[in-house]
T-cell receptor
């Protein structure tokens, strides 16, 4: 059981370059999330999705875009990379329905991005 | 707004010592509270949770009690092991709206043999 899979694990970008962080889950979860983790700052929510075709902004969405064309996949796009986007990015998923709302998120192993 | 504040780290203890990591929260409404743990090189995973006041969550020897009167959810363990070395995150989830978590800044714990 793979759970939540993120790729790549490490990436170095130059300022102004673009890239996509991939995230896939095989648990048939309806909710998916992207967080960034900065040292000493905890996790901040970038974007989330409540199901295929539906996405919404979190706390820190500027500079990012997402799409959710399938239940399994939730890629995060950086269009014009900036040094402020140097961070560790975590994708997570959860299952939410009436009567089965545990609040538990399942996280991938993270993607470390450096923008120089 | 909604926020979570954890004690400053890093925390270094000897094996078999008693552990407390403080967590307090500010929230509108009645949140559920969580502790997540991140072992080196891994993503976060749920350690324990409590969904209402006076509930006690427990797992792997760790405990935390939801204290509404002090808006706290302190993590405790009676005797820590080297394998408990990790970063611990306190988090809250509001009942209303999407299942989004608000995380504290994390506390790095190192246990020396």
């Amino acid at each position: 059981n793979a759970g939540v899979t993120q790729t790549p694990k490490f990436r170095i970008l130059k300022i102004g370059q673009s890239m996509t962080l991939q995230c896939a889950q095989d648990m048939n979860h309806n909710y998916m999330y992207w967080y960034r983790q900065d040292p000493g700052m905890g996790l901040k929510l970038i974007y989330y999705s409540v199901g295929a075709g539906i996405t919404d902004k979190g706390e820190v969405p500027n500079g990012y875009n997402v799409s959710r064309s399938t239940t399994e996949d939730f890629p995060l796009r950086l269009e014009l990379a900036a040094p402020s986007q140097t961070s560790v990015y975590f994708c997570a998923s959860s299952y939410l329905r009436a009567g089965a709302n545990t609040g538990e998120l399942f996280f991938g192993e993270g993607s470390r991005l450096t923008v120089l | 707004g909604n926020s979570v504040t954890q004690m400053e780290g890093p925390v270094t203890l000897s094996e078999e010592a008693f552990l407390t990591i403080n967590c307090t929260y500010t929230a509108t409404g009645y949140p559920s509270l969580f502790w997540y743990v991140q072992y080196p090189g891994e993503g976060l995973q749920l350690l324990l949770k409590a969904t209402k006041a006076d509930d006690k969550g427990s797992n792997k020897g760790f405990e935390a009690t939801y204290r509404k009167e002090t808006t706290s959810f302190h993590l405790e363990k009676g005797s820590v092991q080297v394998s408990d070395s990790a970063v611990y995150f306190c988090a809250l989830r509001l009942i209303q709206g999407a299942q989004k978590l608000v995380f504290g800044q994390g506390t790095r714990l190192t246990i020396n043999p």
